[in-house]
C-alpha cells in the first residue's frame, strides 16, 4: 500500500512541476494607447493620419494593427521600422488623403466619422473604443502650440495672446 501510495504521489509530484510553469506564463493583453486622427490642411487639400501606440508588458510583437474607419479595415505601419521594443511602444500610423477618407467615410466632409483601432499579440484580440475625434496635426503643419491655452511659459494666463499689454 506503501508503494502504491508513494507511487502516487510521485506522479502527482512530477505533473505538477511539468504544469506549473505553463500556467506561471501568463500573458499581458497588449495596449493600444494615444489613438488619434490627425489632419493638416494645405493649398486646400486636407491630408489625414490615424496614429496609435503599441504597448505590451511582455514584449510581444504584434500580429497586425489596424484602423477601422466606418468599419472599412486598413493595416497600419510602423513609424520607424526599427522599433521592436514592446515594452515601452512602438507607434502605428496609417496616412490617407481626403479622396480615400471621404470614399470610406462620405460624411467626413462634414467632419462625421467613426475608427477605432484592433491588434492581437498571438493571444488575443484588443480593441479601442469608438473614437469620432479629429485633431490638428500642428507638429506637421509647423505650428506652435505652446501658448494655445491662453498661458505661457513664463506664466500668467494672459501672456499667451498679448492681451492688455
Known sequence: ?????????FFILIFSVSLSPRLAAENNAPELEKGVLLYTFKNHVFSYK???EYIDADGDAPRYVFVFINGSK???YKVDPKDNNAKDGILYMLSID???????????????????FRTNDGKGPVSTKTSKLFALDTESMGLITANSAGGSIGGGSSSGCGCGK
Do not use: G
Not at 481626403?98 to 477605432?116: G, H, M, N, S, V
Open 98 to 116: 481626403q479622396d480615400e477618407l471621404f470614399r470610406l467615410a462620405p460624411k467626413a466632409q462634414e467632419w462625421e466619422i467613426t475608427y477605432w
Open 1 to 9: 500500500m506503501k508503494k502504491i501510495f508513494t507511487m502516487l504521489l
Open 74 to 76: 486598413r493595416e497600419m
Open 50 to 52: 490615424f496614429q496609435v
